[in-house]
T-cell receptor, first 114, second 114 residues
């Protein structure tokens, strides 16, 4: 079985400040890791994913996450946030099988202060 | 190409009633999954269908059922609605059901049970 823990339910930061959203997972099998973003009253959008290869993955809007197998973590970072980054962020894992559900964390609400 | 479309976007039902939610996957996608997102929590897996067969079921009561049609669209049915069924119901489609294939989410159906 897999599980995901997002250590912070809310993260307030000032605009243009750096941010880190923490995510730890547990699994007895190989997993794929994802970060999804949910803007108010909308569905989920994939932000970035780790499937294999380089442990550092990047999104088109400046976010990055690093897969750390020894620490079972997949923290999300951005060096300088914008007001438009205000949203709920979900870390998720998916097992490596032919029929695999996505396990989500409880989410981190990122609020940006001007 | 159209993304994942869900209908209706919102609905209000009374306790004890039945509801049917619909999902059309992205063209060419053969896997559809359903998730329930209660306010303030991460999405919880309900069902996965691939090639019209149920491939996975989450920890939900038998009041929840689903099916996938030959055109790969899907319905989620909930009988004997309870207040606790109030949530955002998300549909996700992917080309296959395996963990390394990206899942695309619809905007969701917000169900309110009164």
């Amino acid at each position: 079985a897999q599980s995901v823990t997002q250590l912070d339910s809310q993260v307030p930061v000032f605009e243009e400040a750096p941010v880190e959203l923490r995510c730890n997972y547990s699994s007895s099998v190989s997993v794929y890791l994802f970060w999804y973003v949910q803007y108010p009253n909308q569905g989920l959008q994939l932000l970035l994913k780790y499937l294999s290869g380089s442990t550092l993955v990047e999104s088109i809007n400046g976010f990055e996450a690093e897969f750390n197998k020894s620490q079972t973590s997949f923290h999300l970072r951005k060096p300088s946030v914008h007001i438009s980054d205000t949203a709920e962020y979900f870390c998720a894992v998916r097992g490596d099988s032919s029929a695999s559900k996505i396990i989500f964390g409880s989410g981190t609400r990122l609020s940006i202060r001007p | 190409d159209a993304g994942v479309t869900q209908s209706p976007t919102h609905l209000i039902k009374t306790r004890g009633q039945h509801v049917t939610l619909r999902c059309s996957p992205i063209s060419g996608h053969k896997s559809v999954s359903w998730y329930q997102q209660v306010l303030g929590q991460g999405p919880q897996f309900i069902f996965q269908y691939y090639e019209k067969e149920e491939r996975g079921r989450g920890n939900f009561p038998d009041r929840f059922s689903a099916r996938q049609f030959p055109n790969y669209s899907s319905e989620l049915n909930v009988n004997a609605l309870l207040l606790g069924d109030s949530a955002l119901y998300l549909c996700a489609s992917s080309f296959a059901g395996s963990g390394n294939t990206e899942a695309f989410f619809g905007q969701g159906t917000r169900l309110t049970v009164v």
